[in-house]
């Protein structure tokens, strides 16, 4: 089967697909692709496993860590408008 592995990255993405045999899993997928296998991991922007089994098509994703949590960033930015 086929998927596609993307990578989050502050430049942009990067994309790599791989061929995997039937019952393949997303730490195959991680595997086969060269990504890192540390993380957070996504299947068409769901949250999923590295045990997660794959399906044809399927875009597994890697995401990276955040650069600030989003509730401090709301916070910093109210904070500008204010003065």
């Given at each position: 089967?086929?998927v596609?592995?993307v990578?989050?990255?502050?430049?942009?993405?990067?994309?790599?697909s791989?061929?995997?045999?039937?019952?393949?899993?997303l730490?195959?997928a991680?595997?086969a692709?060269?990504?890192?296998?540390?993380?957070t991991?996504?299947?068409?922007g769901?949250?999923?496993?590295?045990?997660?089994?794959l399906?044809?098509?399927?875009?597994?994703?890697?995401?990276?860590?955040?650069?600030?949590?989003?509730?401090?960033?709301?916070?910093?930015?109210?904070?500008?408008?204010?003065?």
């Amino acid at each position: 089967m086929k998927v596609e592995v993307v990578q989050a990255l502050p430049e942009g993405a990067r994309i790599v697909s791989v061929n995997l045999p039937a019952g393949a899993t997303l730490r195959d997928a991680l595997a086969a692709s060269g990504f890192n296998q540390e993380g957070t991991f996504g299947i068409h922007g769901k949250r999923a496993a590295l045990d997660q089994p794959l399906a044809e098509g399927d875009r597994v994703e890697v995401y990276r860590p955040l650069a600030i949590d989003p509730k401090e960033a709301r916070r910093r930015r109210a904070a500008k408008t204010k003065r």
